[in-house]
Structure formats: structure tokens, C-alpha cells
């Protein structure tokens, strides 16, 4: 299989035509080798429009998803990201110039992409994802659906900060982008803001 012409493919096919305009966010996306981002026994399946199983119950987001989720957060290089169960995401946001964290709860997970991650050079760390590592992010991208946002994820950002998720209620998943507008407010008294964006 030609992955390089698989990359293209996807980005023309699932990105750019959903209207996903950032050429960062393309070039990043024809770079990462999502391949490697998946169960060796799923490789098949990780340019596909679905979601794809990397090890336990974590999934690749499609890249559609992924790349609506960047172009709303506003990735700018030098920042530095936190991806909370977002390997795949974490590739993407190293090849735009910024510096990334790859946070798991689960180790499996890195025994899977562990290597490509270290090769794009995100520091990856383990520890229940309602705790984020760090603090004073500039970033924080999920590529997971969440009933209800972790207070804790809102602390971790910087004043300004943004983040991005995907808010699920039962089978139907919205995507947000949350900015955090002051220092000492919390995510319980709406320190951290929806900014609405289409996912359409």
C-alpha cells in the first residue's frame, strides 16, 4: 500500500472538501504517518473514514473530526498542547510547530504509538485523563467524547487558553471550543467559555 498517496487522499477526500481551509493543518496531515497510529492488525482501515481501533478502547478519530477540531482551536506554532487521549491529534499539532504532550490512561496505548510519537518528538505521559499533566497550556485537544467537561481540564489552561472536545450525549457527539477567560475562575462558574463552531 502507498501510504503517502493514502495521506493525500484522505486530506482531499475527508478535509479539505468539509471545509477545513488550514494549509498547516493539511500539510501536517499528508506528513503524519497515521498507519502508525492504529492496531498493526487495523493498518488497513487508517485511512478510512472511520473510527479505528488502536489498543483497548481507544479509537482514531477519523481525520475529518481531528481536522475540524484543529482549524477551531487555532493551532498556532510555539504554543504548547496538551492531547488527552489524542495520539493521532498530538502527531498533527507537533508537525505545526508546537509543543506536544500525548497524555493516556492507559500504557497500552503508547505501546501502539509510542515510538511515532517520540519520533515527532511529543513527550507522552500516563495518568487518569481526568487529571491533566501540567498546567498553563495553551491547548488542550481531545479526541475522545465526553459526558460532562473535567473541571480540571479548564484549570490546566492559561488565561486565553483554548480547548477543544467532543461533548457527547448518549449516541450523538457535538464538538466544542472552550476558552478560558480568566485566571482564577473555574470551569464550574464558566471561567472557560463555548465559543460555537460548525462541525457540519
Same mark, same amino acid.
Given at each position: 500500500?502507498?501510504?503517502? *498517496? ?10 479539505? +472538501? ?27 482501515? *487508517? ?6 481501533? /488502536? ?27 496538551? *492531547? /488527552? ?27 501502539? +504509538? ?25 491547548? /488542550? ?42 485566571? *482564577? ?16
Amino acid at each position: 500500500m502507498d501510504f503517502t *498517496a493514502e495521506r493525500k487522499a484522505m486530506v482531499d477526500s475527508q478535509v479539505r +472538501v468539509n471545509d477545513v481551509t488550514n494549509h498547516e493543518i493539511h500539510m501536517a496531515m499528508m506528513a503524519v504517518p497515521r498507519e502508525r497510529y492504529c492496531a498493526p492488525d487495523r493498518i488497513f482501515a *487508517a485511512y478510512s473514514d472511520a473510527s479505528v481501533e /488502536i489498543a483497548g478502547d481507544r479509537k482514531l478519530m477519523p481525520a475529518r473530526d481531528v481536522s475540524k477540531l484543529l482549524q477551531a482551536a487555532d493551532a498556532r506554532e510555539g504554543e504548547k498542547a496538551l *492531547a /488527552i487521549a489524542a495520539p493521532y491529534a498530538a502527531a498533527v499539532l507537533a508537525r505545526m510547530g508546537l509543543t506536544v504532550t500525548a497524555q493516556e490512561s492507559d500504557a497500552a496505548v503508547f505501546e501502539v +504509538v509510542g515510538e511515532a510519537l517520540a519520533e515527532d518528538g511529543v513527550t507522552t505521559a500516563v495518568a487518569p485523563l481526568d487529571a491533566p499533566v501540567g498546567e498553563g497550556w495553551d491547548l /488542550i485537544v481531545c479526541e475522545g467524547g465526553v459526558a460532562a467537561l473535567p473541571e480540571a481540564w479548564g484549570q490546566a489552561l492559561r488565561a486565553g487558553g483554548r480547548l477543544v472536545v467532543v461533548e457527547r450525549r448518549g449516541a450523538i457527539g457535538k464538538a466544542a471550543l472552550y476558552v478560558r477567560a480568566a485566571k *482564577a475562575c473555574r470551569v464550574a462558574n464558566c471561567s472557560i467559555h463555548p465559543r460555537p463552531f460548525s462541525q457540519n
